[in-house]
């Protein structure tokens, strides 16, 4: 009987593991460590928090406490190795278990237990960490696990816990966002959903209203990842560019030129390459270089024997996963007729262009800028949103070599108007020791000053892939919202009606208002400019005049040279004030318009596409000296543009000044006076013609910025009430309950899309800002 009764208790009692009781023992040891503060609550299901930790005081004469709404959470992990009897030692965690950490809204506390000694080590999951794992591999997002490093010494004991709470307490949650392998993918097909079933919905429901906007909508949504291609002569070491931007060999490089076909570079949450041929048949294989070869390089598929039409690489990155794809294009100076059809089809359909020239030919003195690459740079100027000018392999030149080539450069670059295309100056670099350098870590990297041109350029102007789905998630907010104000039009009782269409009445009345309120504002900013102007002028000329005067009789005055210069930095800074305040007053006006016309329309809600906006560029006044013999020959302006003419104008009227200061002046006080007189002049004259220039061009550009915006603004807001008179104009005839229906069904179904679209607006915005002021730190 008592044998029955011991089997039946031991059938009863549940079996523990191995691992439920290392993790009970886990736990004992935890607690025992934090003691007097309290575990708040166990997770019994979770992905990597295995507690949450309350910091509480204790009550004096009281065993009670306090609690102090300061929390961090917990995750554990134990051993009963002999790896800690190291200074240091390591615990391998999931890569994804790391950003989640990161980014949670308590901060987070890895703790590694020693078993044996029952001694609990710890490490913050926080930006130092984050900054570790980076300089130890800059891709380690790409890994499925980490490393994270324990130091002895860092243990958890009474004496920590002071240490520990000062940090909850002034703990803030991390700015910078960890890029996540495939987020941007991720985000990318959700906003094609959310605008498919938007586009869904009204052809469901037969809405016809606003269905242009939805189309473009959805169509714009298929091309929100932005492409720079990289681009150049053969040889110049565009796929050795690439290797580097993605630490990773992926274009193929050799001796033989290589790339015969464009490759597409994507961010992805998986590695592999897609192979399409000309038949439409598709090869998925490795992102492995020898694969990649098989198809791009010209020595493995010479004349494109395999019919390759597209080689599309997806890989795990970190740069590109804010949003922008990397496209290798064969040479532009390939002999091969059909090659280099390729290459201007597949420029056509990237947003910027990285053009690469090889400068190791100033090595033997046989550097020189084609013809053919004068001819490219314009063409590709004046087609791209951002054209970054790089020569590469400088790694075999010395620095004498180096400063004659960019002398050369510079003056090549200005006989042939080149640097209008360029806001930012060429940039010299060698795509080959950077690559090696960010293998080894070595923080000599000439590549990463283009990386930060690049980004300054994309953030800065919002056009990176991310922010374009947050601009689509904007206007399909605003499509829905002027949906939702149509049909409430056309539910409307008659009473309700009759004020609407008195409303619309007047709207209509006054929308072409306007033009005469976006005249006038034009006109105050001009004349502000131009006073700005004159007056900046005159202070400098003022004081030019008394600092010559100051100037002993014994000494000489400054020569042309000296003259020159100074006039021209200065009206330069004065130029470039008046692009930074011109700027500011179109923002400004902007806004006016939407305001005034949100006054005068009432229920008509109004945005201006602020994408559209012209933009000023001030080009660099210094560039320009080196052609004032030029200029001071031939007197013919020659035009490069309506903002940028003046500039060319600045030459020939700077030359006025030059003239010829005696090198020996005698001492009379009058031939003195007479010297300064000539040279106030002379510089009056020079900036009386540069301020009636830049006035011109400055007219012009109002000019064509306000009738764009006026135009705009009417435009829109015609069609808007376009579809509001459309739906008035129905209520003459008795709406069906059938058709009541359909529209409150599409007002419901089209809400809870909206309410979708929200949420991910709010999560993807968290995430663009971080993104930002990650860059914002590297830059620092």
């Known amino acids: 009987m008592m044998s029955k009764k011991k089997n039946t208790i031991s059938k009863s009692l549940p079996i523990r593991s191995s691992s439920q009781i290392k993790e009970d023992e886990s736990r004992l040891i935890f607690e025992k460590s934090i003691r007097p503060w309290m575990i708040s609550s166990w997770m019994l299901r979770d992905f990597g928090i295995d507690a949450v930790v309350e910091i509480t005081k204790p009550m004096s004469n009281s065993t009670d406490q306090i609690v102090t709404g300061k929390r961090f959470s917990v995750q554990l992990k134990s051993s009963d190795s002999e790896k800690f009897d190291y200074e240091t030692f390591s615990l391998v965690v999931p890569k994804e278990k790391i950003t989640y950490w990161y980014g949670a809204i308590e901060p987070v506390l890895l703790i590694f237990i020693d078993l044996k000694n029952e001694l609990c080590f710890f490490k913050w999951i926080d930006p130092n960490l984050i900054k570790d794992l980076f300089q130890k591999n800059e891709n380690w997002i790409a890994q499925q696990t980490v490393s994270v490093k324990f130091d002895r010494n860092i243990l958890l004991d009474a004496k920590r816990l002071l240490e520990i709470e000062k940090y909850v307490i002034h703990w803030k949650r991390p700015a910078a966002t960890i890029l996540t392998p495939g987020n941007y993918f991720k985000y990318s097909t959700e906003a094609k959903k959310y605008f498919d079933s938007l586009c869904a919905s009204m052809s469901k429901f037969n809405i016809k209203f606003l269905h242009k906007e939805a189309k473009e909508l959805k169509e714009k949504a298929q091309q929100v990842i932005y492409t720079i291609a990289v681009v150049g002569p053969s040889r110049a070491g565009k796929s050795t560019l690439i290797n580097c931007l993605l630490q990773k060999e992926i274009s193929p490089v050799g001796m033989l030129p290589t790339t015969g076909i464009p490759i597409t570079v994507f961010p992805k949450d998986e590695d592999k390459t897609i192979i399409l041929f000309k038949g439409g048949k598709e090869l998925v294989g490795t992102i492995d270089n020898d694969f990649i070869r098989q198809y791009t390089s010209q020595d493995e598929n010479p004349n ?15 740069l590109l996963e804010k949003g922008f794809a990397l496209c290798d294009v064969p040479g532009l100076d390939d002999p091969d007729n059909e090659i280099r059809a390729i290459t201007k089809t597949a420029l056509y359909n990237v947003n910027a262009i990285i053009y690469v020239i090889n400068a190791a030919p100033m090595l033997d003195g046989g550097f020189s800028i084609t013809k053919q690459m004068i001819e490219d740079l314009n063409e590709l100027g004046g087609r791209m949103d951002k054209l970054f000018l790089v020569f590469n392999k400088i790694d075999v030149l010395d620095n004498e070599q180096i400063n004659r080539l960019k002398a050369y450069v510079d003056s090549q670059l200005e006989k042939f108007n080149i ?32 990386e930060k041109e690049v980004w300054q350029f994309l953030l800065s102007n919002n056009k990176t892939g991310l922010h374009k789905i947050l601009g689509s998630y904007a206007d399909a907010k605003n499509i829905i919202e002027k949906q939702r104000k149509i049909i409430n039009a056309s539910l409307l009782n008659a009473e309700r009606r009759t004020e609407v269409e008195n409303k619309m009445t007047l709207v209509k009345s006054e929308i072409n208002e306007v033009r005469s309120f976006v005249s006038e504002e034009r006109q105050k900013i001009y004349v502000n400019l131009k006073e700005y102007i004159d007056n900046s002028f005159a202070n400098i000329l003022s004081y030019m005049k008394t ?69 000023f560029a001030m080009p660099d006044i210094s560039k320009y000296t080196g052609q004032i013999n030029f200029h001071l020959q031939d007197k013919q302006t020659v035009v490069i543009g309506v903002l940028e003419s003046f500039i060319l104008r600045i030459g020939n009227f700077i030359i006025n000044i030059f003239f010829t200061v005696e090198d020996s002046l005698t001492p009379p006080a009058r031939l003195r ?24 061009n400055l007219n012009d550009y109002l000019n064509a910025v306000c009738k764009s915006m006026e135009e705009k603004s009417i435009d829109r807001t015609s069609v808007y009430l376009g579809e509001l008179s459309s739906q008035l104009g129905k209520l003459d005839k008795q709406m069906t309950s059938l058709e009541k229906n359909n529209l409150d069904n599409f007002l419901n179904e089209v809400t809870t899309i909206e309410n979708e679209i929200e949420s991910n607006f709010n999560h993807l915005k968290e995430y663009t800002d971080g993104i930002e002021r990650l860059h914002k730190n590297q830059v620092k």
């Open 304 to 318: 494109n024997d395999k019919n390759v039409s597209l080689v599309s690489i997806h890989i795990i990155n970190t």
């Open 419 to 450: 640097s209008q295309y360029l806001p930012t100056p060429p940039l010299y670099i060698s795509s080959k020791d950077s690559f090696n350098n960010r293998k080894e870590n070595n923080t000599d990297d000439s590549v990463g000053v283009l």
């Open 547 to 615: 600092d010559l005067e100051t100037v002993t009789l014994s000494a000489q005055l400054p020569g042309r040279a000296q003259v020159s210069l100074w006039l021209e930095n200065n009206a330069h800074q004065i130029l470039s004030d008046v692009h930074t305040i011109l700027d500011r007053n179109i923002y400004e006006l902007q806004s006016k318009i939407n305001q005034w016309i949100s006054e005068k329309l009432n229920q008509v809600e109004f945005s201006l596409n602020n994408n559209t906006a012209v933009k």
């Open 673 to 696: 006076q007479k010297s300064i007189h000539k040279i106030v002049v002379k510089s009056t004259e020079s900036y009386n013609n540069i301020a009636t220039a830049f006035s011109a």
